[in-house]
């Protein structure tokens, strides 16, 4: 390496190199950087602190409406429901048969079949809260429904 | 040349600090950088080329160790691991200007040490033209040449901190240099 022109170009790269390294920075420009970094460290900070609060209150939020909706209030009241009379549902008594007996032997006569009446028809009227509809409910003697 | 882990007694005095800014305290992490802001700040002008960048990354990096301190188990850890994330954040700044085509205006100039107004304009017009040559190297290259050469660092660090061997760091510092002279040469030729 004792060529002369290496020997130059490395001194020569070596003044450069020698510049560079003595330009030396404006104070103000480190202070400038740690003022920076500072600012930027507190703001996240702060963000951080912002959402912890943030989470802490959503979840205290969400555990009152938890216990809120779980735990056993006192009763509600109850719906008031307009009691209704049942109708009144004649039923029109059925005849009995009358019973003869033959006079001398006692033997049951069969007498004359009753004259079956035509069954009476119950009819329910209901009124509810609409005044415009009724409910009409036919029911039979044996509570059959028509 | 610059040591380039902590000596003995910095890092006594440095592991403290380590452990409280570990903790959240940023009166400890303000120390911690300015221990370091030279090196930091230094090497990101070399790399970037202009202060105001230069800040930009310097920023960034601190901000990357802060949110690292965790992992940095060593305070003799930070001096190396400032110096990759310096050069990670030099690079990526870089791509990033390349990628939106547009080169920033630069910022207020770094000024020389001379004492001597002459000497101090012709050092500081020396410093603009390898800060200009150093623009026209690839990426491993200057950060190679600008570890090496001006922050001082030997070439088995270098080769530590860019994650190379050092045959290749040796390679990349000659070729560096190479151009490096091929740009100021044919400078000069066109001024004078």
Request: aromatic share 6%; net charge positive; charged share 30%.
């Amino acid at each position: 390496m004792n060529d002369p022109d290496w020997e130059q170009d490395d001194a020569e790269f070596e003044k450069n190199a020698a510049a560079m390294r003595e330009v030396t920075i404006p104070p103000a420009a480190f202070a400038a950087v740690r003022q920076r970094v500072l600012s930027e460290m507190q703001a996240k900070k702060r963000r951080a602190a912002w959402w912890t609060w943030s989470a802490v209150a959503a979840a205290a939020c969400v555990a009152m409406v938890c216990v809120a909706y779980l735990a056993p209030g006192p009763e509600r009241p109850r719906a008031l429901v307009a009691r209704k009379d049942p109708p009144r549902i004649e039923w029109t008594a059925r005849p009995v048969a009358q019973r003869v007996h033959h006079k001398s032997s006692g033997r049951l006569l069969r007498g004359r079949a009753p004259v079956r009446k035509t069954e009476p028809l119950a009819v329910v009227k209901m009124l509810t809260d609409d005044p415009n509809v009724i409910i009409i409910w036919l029911v039979d003697q044996k509570g059959d429904s028509l | 040349m610059a040591d380039f882990r902590l000596k003995a007694e910095t890092a006594g005095q440095s592991s403290g600090l380590l452990e409280r800014a570990k903790t959240g305290d940023l009166e400890a992490f303000d120390q911690l950088m300015r221990l370091h802001e030279k090196q930091v700040l230094g090497t990101a002008l070399r790399l970037v080329g202009n202060l105001e960048d230069a800040q930009d990354a310097a920023q960034e990096a601190f901000l990357r160790l802060y949110k690292s301190l965790n992992r940095l188990p060593d305070i003799l850890e930070i001096k190396p691991w400032l110096y990759r994330v310096t050069v990670n954040v030099c690079n990526d700044m870089h791509r990033a200007r390349r990628r939106r085509g547009w080169e920033p205006l630069s910022g207020p100039d770094p000024v020389s040490s001379q004492p001597d107004p002459e000497l101090a304009w012709v050092h500081q017009e020396r410093g603009r033209l390898v800060e200009m040559a150093l623009k026209t190297l690839p990426e491993k290259e200057r950060a190679a040449v600008v570890l090496r050469d001006m922050q001082g660092l030997s070439t088995r660090e270098v080769a530590e901190i860019l994650g190379s061997s050092e045959v290749t760091v040796r390679s990349q510092i000659s070729v560096a240099r190479g151009k490096l002279k091929k740009f100021t040469d044919r400078y000069l030729r066109k001024r004078i």
